[in-house]
Nanobody, 127 residues
Framework: QVQLVESGGGLVQAGGSLRLSCAAS????????MGWFRQAPGKEREFVAA????????SYADAVKGRFTISRDNAKNTMYLQMNSLKPEDTAVYYC????????????????????WGPGTQVTVSS
């Protein structure tokens, strides 16, 4: 059983930065792609960013491109999301998730491509 736990959320002013972490249990972290999603109040959960198992390939939603950076440290079983130039519309619960094996890049933004999810961490951006 895989457990994912997010941390690093909080309250920040617009224009500020936060770094989210996702700690994973188990010894197979380095063999799976990972992703970040978010859900704002009253809205559907949406894709934010994803990263390949090695960290060599990444993908971003247009809304965060140029402001957010996804990365991972396989030696620490941890994935990160560096969020800069935060906007009030970035306010949401942020979830990390592990991809199923052999998910093609074209499917990285689909929630159905992920099998394990963390409980989420709240990010609130004030204006």
């Amino acid at each position: 059983q895989v457990q994912l736990v997010e941390s690093g959320g909080g309250l920040v002013q617009a224009g500020g930065s936060l770094r989210l972490s996702c700690a994973a249990s188990g010894r197979t972290f380095s063999t799976y792609g990972m992703g970040w999603f978010r859900q704002a109040p009253g809205k559907e959960r949406e894709f934010v960013a994803a990263i390949s198992s090695s960290g060599g390939s990444t993908s971003y939603a247009d809304a965060v491109k140029g402001r957010f950076t996804i990365s991972r440290d396989n030696a620490k079983n941890t994935m990160y999301l560096q969020m800069n130039s935060l906007k009030p519309e970035d306010t949401a619960v942020y979830y990390c998730a592990r991809m199923f094996s052999f998910v093609g890049r074209s499917s990285w933004s689909r929630q159905g491509a992920y099998d394990y999810w963390g409980p989420g961490t709240q990010v609130t951006v004030s204006s």
